[in-house]
Structures are given as structure tokens and as C-alpha cells.
């Protein structure tokens, strides 16, 4: 399907820039006037994948989180959120609800669920030792 938009970006790995990440993305869907219920499943999907970078990929220690955004001409949105991090060795496991490897931290392990439950496709890649990218599909309907 042919891209009518996009967008490309990179930030530190710092908590702060999750909400910075929500409202770029926000912005940037802006022109397809998306419903409340579409955009705050959106934010909240790019939220989780955002802190996965700060929390598992760079283990809160330094990094760039890099986001890429399009638009399509059948309304699809595709967000994707890559870190050069420690990556996953298992990204099965990783997926299923509960898993986290960040249990000192008191962390729910439900970040992929949440994405999967808000968005229509999620895909994850990953290379221990070289990163992750996950990348999030939503299609907006034509009201």
C-alpha cells in the first residue's frame, strides 16, 4: 500500500520522553481524525514499547530510542520503536503475559499484551546483544 506520510525521529532513553513519543505520535495521526478511543490506544502502545527501550533495552543506562512513523492510503498507521540495546534472547517468551526480566523493579511483564490488545498487528525483531524493534499497526477508520 502506498505511503502518504511519514515521519522519523530519535531521543534519548530517558522516562521523560515517553510522553514526548505519545504526542509526536499523536500529532502525527492528527490528519486522519482518529477517534479518542483510536488515538489513546495508539499512545498507549507506543508508551509500552517506549519503556520497554528505557527499561529492558538499555536497562535505564544511556541509549537513543529511534521512532519511524507512516501513513498509508488505507489509513493503516505503522509505528516503529527500535533500540540498539541487549536486545531479547527469546522473544516468544518475552511476548507471553507475565514474563519480565525486570522483577526488581516490581515491573507486571504485560507490556507486549498491552500492545497486542490495542493494535491491530505487532512484530518484534531481536538480536541479543544488538537490539529490538518493535513495530506497531493500527488501521483508523473512516468515519
Known amino acids: 500500500m502506498k505511503t502518504i506520510n511519514e515521519m ?7 522516562s521523560c520522553n515517553e510522553a514526548f513519543a505519545r504526542a509526536a505520535v499523536s500529532a502525527f495521526i492528527a490528519v486522519l481524525d482518529p477517534t479518542v478511543g483510536e488515538l489513546s490506544d495508539l499512545k498507549t502502545a507506543v508508551s509500552e514499547a517506549v519503556t520497554n527501550c528505557v527499561v529492558h533495552g538499555y536497562r535505564r543506562g544511556a541509549g537513543t530510542i529511534f521512532l519511524t512513523g507512516k501513513i498509508t492510503e488505507d489509513r493503516r498507521v505503522i509505528v ?3 533500540d540498539k540495546g541487549v536486545g531479547i534472547a527469546d522473544v516468544k517468551q518475552a511476548m507471553e503475559p507475565l514474563f519480565t526480566t525486570a522483577a526488581e523493579e516490581e515491573r507486571a511483564g504485560l507490556g507486549f499484551a498491552v500492545m497486542q490488545s490495542f493494535c491491530d498487528k505487532v512484530r518484534v525483531s531481536s538480536k541479543p546483544g544488538k537490539g ?6 493500527k488501521r483508523i477508520a473512516d468515519v
Open 80 to 82: 516503529k520503536i527500535r
Open 132 to 137: 529490538t524493534t518493535v513495530t506497531l499497526e
Open 8 to 14: 522519523a525521529l530519535r531521543f534519548p532513553s530517558k
